[in-house]
């Protein structure tokens, strides 16, 4: 059973910056790619970034590309969301979450084990 555990959120003005960070535990941690999703008020989830967990690739959604960086420390069993240049829109409960498959590591249904949330609110 793997738990994950978010922390980092908060309110932040447009412009500014927030990290994000999301420790597994577990007898046995070894995803294929963790991941941080997010879900706006009325909204569905989506996705926003992921990462191998050899660290070898990260993808990200278009809507934050070039503004956040997703990143893990392997022997913390930590991943981290570094959100920079936020802006209103951004707000959201993000999550983190873990998968074991290999293909279409973007996909939200892919995902199996996942955290309670943190919320990120960006004050226009």
């Known amino acids: 059973q793997v738990q994950l555990v978010e922390s980092g959120g908060g309110l932040v003005q447009a412009g500014g910056s927030l990290r994000l960070s999301c420790a597994a535990s577990g007898r046995t941690f070894s995803p294929s790619a963790m991941g941080w999703f997010r879900q706006a008020l009325g909204k569905e989830r989506e996705f926003v970034a992921t990462?191998?967990?050899?660290?070898?690739?990260?993808y990200y959604a278009d809507s934050v590309k070039g503004r956040f960086t997703i990143s893990r420390d392997a022997a913390k069993n930590t991943v981290y969301l570094q959100m920079s240049s936020l802006k209103p829109e951004d707000t959201a409960v993000y999550y983190c979450?873990?998968?074991?498959?290999?293909?279409?590591?973007?996909?939200?249904?892919?995902?199996?084990?996942w955290g309670q949330g943190t919320q990120v609110t960006v004050s226009s």
């Open positions: 979450a873990a998968t074991n498959t290999v293909f279409h590591v973007t996909d939200i249904e892919r995902y199996g084990s």
């Open positions: 990462i191998r967990w050899s660290g070898s690739s990260t």
